[in-house]
């Protein structure tokens, strides 16, 4: 889950012009012509489904990652890399599947990436060791990966730039909201009904059939092969990718989690060293960065993904550790915040039109910091319904408004034939705030004091803080706009 705006005197969201960002060398941009392929409902259904298996592969497993562990007899720090494996993989190689997405045809690529997530499933379902479901999740987060960016720029082909794009956008982050929220809860009820390998022979089989899908009914796309690659500049940027999210996911652990954080953030630093002098045209062509709208997306979901998923890494725990609830029932009362983001997401897409994209992003980052600030006010005997639900649904309204309003925001001005390397920067900024927010947030309540809920309400101020400082950056911001 990856904006127009108007100048003086022009409508919200007017179809930008044709973009040429000047360059010197091979990695020039160019706007592509090719002309859009006529949208239809079930195109947009199948492209939402797409994007919608990568949110709720990630939610499913939580349920069933018990049980799976019990089979095995993994501890939970080996446990801990069916959700790892997965998100190394799909956060290392968004670059590269956006590359993809823009150098063969669109359709193929998604088809691939869908194809890959079946694949992962099947080793999960016949494994006779842990390794092999680690394995399998590493390839899904791999398919994910191939499969985010092409679905977003197939969106992009679909519904050119204004409101139908717009509202397209909404159902397509509504379908990823969506799909997370449900899986959480089918997760459980798989597991329960047949054991955790169902919920891996369900991912396989749903990725298969919207892979069928997918070829019967979406345009094929027009490749661009006219780019070189370079194989050592490409590597360096994944290395460099893997390396940075890896060193933040153990910045959260102790001890000597701590030096194996340092040393691959300065791997990622020397990796990314040699992609910049290397070139880096095989994956990622620097030329977007010159867009300004590129580049404050990127920013901006940094730090919207810190405030969400680090906040959210919190209520769990107090609903657990302070109130006493089960790990089910904790689960359980954090969904609403999903269906808010469901329900919102739908509705932004004609937001989007009537007051334009800074505005909607603006009010969704705010909304989101307003949420997780009640969450300050929370103590041992607070009610449920008083502050903790009534967070989770303002900031899934705030996510509800933010998520479509940054994927619209990541594509502005940006050429047809780059759209999918475009999207991919978004997504993976994203995962990179998703990292940091936990990681971060956990090391500000661990110095807080010696009380749990004293140290959970700094962690809910600095992620709220955080997250209403880009809301009043991006809303000062206009030249992007």
């Not at 990856?2 to 179809?15: D, K």
């Not at 199948?46 to 501890?75: K, Q, R, T």
């Not at 700094?458 to 911001?477: E, I, K, Q, R, Y």
């Given at each position: 889950m990856t904006l127009h705006t108007a100048r003086r005197g022009h409508a919200p969201n007017a179809a930008p012009s044709p973009t040429v960002i000047r360059q010197k060398g091979p990695?020039?941009?160019r706007a592509g012509t090719a002309p859009p392929s006529r949208p239809t409902l079930l195109a947009l259904l199948v492209l939402s489904a797409a994007a919608g298996l990568d949110a709720g592969s990630v939610a499913v497993l939580n349920s069933a990652l018990p049980a799976l562990?019990?089979?095995?007899?993994?501890?939970p720090q080996a446990l801990s890399w069916a959700v790892s494996g997965y998100a190394l993989a799909f956060a290392g190689l968004l670059l590269a599947g956006g590359a993809l997405a823009d150098r063969f045809p669109r359709r193929r690529v998604l088809t691939a990436g869908l194809l890959a997530l079946a694949a992962g499933a099947l080793p999960a379902v016949a494994a006779t060791d842990f390794w092999m479901v680690a394995a399998g999740r590493v390839l899904q987060g791999a398919g994910a990966a191939i499969t985010i960016p092409a679905a977003t720029a197939l969106v992009a082909d679909l519904y050119p730039a204004g409101p139908a794009r717009s509202r397209a956008l909404g159902v397509f982050a509504s379908a990823q909201?969506?799909?997370?929220?449900?899986?959480?809860?089918l997760g459980g009820v798989l597991t329960g009904a047949a054991g955790w390998r169902l919920v891996f022979a369900v991912q396989g089989a749903s990725a298969l059939l919207t892979a069928l899908a997918a070829v019967r009914v979406l345009p094929e796309g027009a490749p661009?092969?006219?780019r070189s690659v370079d194989p050592v500049g490409g590597a360096a940027l994944v290395a460099t990718v893997v390396l940075l999210v890896l060193g933040v996911d153990l910045l959260s652990h102790r001890g000597a989690g701590r030096l194996f954080a340092v040393t691959a953030v300065a791997g990622a630093v020397g990796a990314g060293t040699l992609w910049w002098r290397r070139g880096g045209d095989a994956l990622f062509d620097r030329a977007l960065l010159r867009i300004a709208a590129v580049r404050t997306s990127a920013a901006t979901a940094v730090a919207?993904?810190?405030c969400v998923n680090g906040s959210l890494f919190f209520?769990?725990?107090y609903l657990q550790d302070v109130r006493g609830m089960s790990p089910a029932g904790s689960g359980l009362a954090v969904l609403p915040v999903s269906a808010a983001v469901t329900v919102t997401a739908l509705l932004t897409g004609r937001?989007?039109?009537?007051?334009?994209?800074r505005t909607v992003l603006t009010a969704g980052l705010l909304l989101t910091g307003a949420g997780v600030a009640m969450w300050c006010l929370t103590d041992t005997q607070s009610p449920y319904w008083w502050p903790v639900f009534a967070g989770l649904v303002v900031t899934g309204i705030g996510q509800g408004l933010a998520f479509p309003a940054l994927t619209v925001l990541?594509?502005?001005g940006v050429p047809q034939d780059r759209q999918g390397a475009a999207s991919a920067v978004t997504a993976t900024a994203l995962q990179i705030g998703s990292g940091l927010g936990p990681a971060v947030l956990a090391g500000a309540a661990s110095v807080a004091g010696p009380s749990v809920l004293s140290g959970q309400h700094v962690a809910f101020v600095a992620a709220a803080g955080t997250v209403v400082l880009a809301g009043g950056v991006v809303a000062g911001v206009r030249r992007a706009w």
């Amino acid at each position: 889950m990856t904006l127009h705006t108007a100048r003086r005197g022009h409508a919200p969201n007017a179809a930008p012009s044709p973009t040429v960002i000047r360059q010197k060398g091979p990695s020039t941009l160019r706007a592509g012509t090719a002309p859009p392929s006529r949208p239809t409902l079930l195109a947009l259904l199948v492209l939402s489904a797409a994007a919608g298996l990568d949110a709720g592969s990630v939610a499913v497993l939580n349920s069933a990652l018990p049980a799976l562990g019990a089979e095995f007899g993994a501890a939970p720090q080996a446990l801990s890399w069916a959700v790892s494996g997965y998100a190394l993989a799909f956060a290392g190689l968004l670059l590269a599947g956006g590359a993809l997405a823009d150098r063969f045809p669109r359709r193929r690529v998604l088809t691939a990436g869908l194809l890959a997530l079946a694949a992962g499933a099947l080793p999960a379902v016949a494994a006779t060791d842990f390794w092999m479901v680690a394995a399998g999740r590493v390839l899904q987060g791999a398919g994910a990966a191939i499969t985010i960016p092409a679905a977003t720029a197939l969106v992009a082909d679909l519904y050119p730039a204004g409101p139908a794009r717009s509202r397209a956008l909404g159902v397509f982050a509504s379908a990823q909201a969506g799909s997370y929220g449900a899986g959480l809860v089918l997760g459980g009820v798989l597991t329960g009904a047949a054991g955790w390998r169902l919920v891996f022979a369900v991912q396989g089989a749903s990725a298969l059939l919207t892979a069928l899908a997918a070829v019967r009914v979406l345009p094929e796309g027009a490749p661009d092969r006219g780019r070189s690659v370079d194989p050592v500049g490409g590597a360096a940027l994944v290395a460099t990718v893997v390396l940075l999210v890896l060193g933040v996911d153990l910045l959260s652990h102790r001890g000597a989690g701590r030096l194996f954080a340092v040393t691959a953030v300065a791997g990622a630093v020397g990796a990314g060293t040699l992609w910049w002098r290397r070139g880096g045209d095989a994956l990622f062509d620097r030329a977007l960065l010159r867009i300004a709208a590129v580049r404050t997306s990127a920013a901006t979901a940094v730090a919207f993904y810190f405030c969400v998923n680090g906040s959210l890494f919190f209520v769990p725990l107090y609903l657990q550790d302070v109130r006493g609830m089960s790990p089910a029932g904790s689960g359980l009362a954090v969904l609403p915040v999903s269906a808010a983001v469901t329900v919102t997401a739908l509705l932004t897409g004609r937001l989007l039109e009537r007051v334009g994209a800074r505005t909607v992003l603006t009010a969704g980052l705010l909304l989101t910091g307003a949420g997780v600030a009640m969450w300050c006010l929370t103590d041992t005997q607070s009610p449920y319904w008083w502050p903790v639900f009534a967070g989770l649904v303002v900031t899934g309204i705030g996510q509800g408004l933010a998520f479509p309003a940054l994927t619209v925001l990541g594509l502005r001005g940006v050429p047809q034939d780059r759209q999918g390397a475009a999207s991919a920067v978004t997504a993976t900024a994203l995962q990179i705030g998703s990292g940091l927010g936990p990681a971060v947030l956990a090391g500000a309540a661990s110095v807080a004091g010696p009380s749990v809920l004293s140290g959970q309400h700094v962690a809910f101020v600095a992620a709220a803080g955080t997250v209403v400082l880009a809301g009043g950056v991006v809303a000062g911001v206009r030249r992007a706009w």
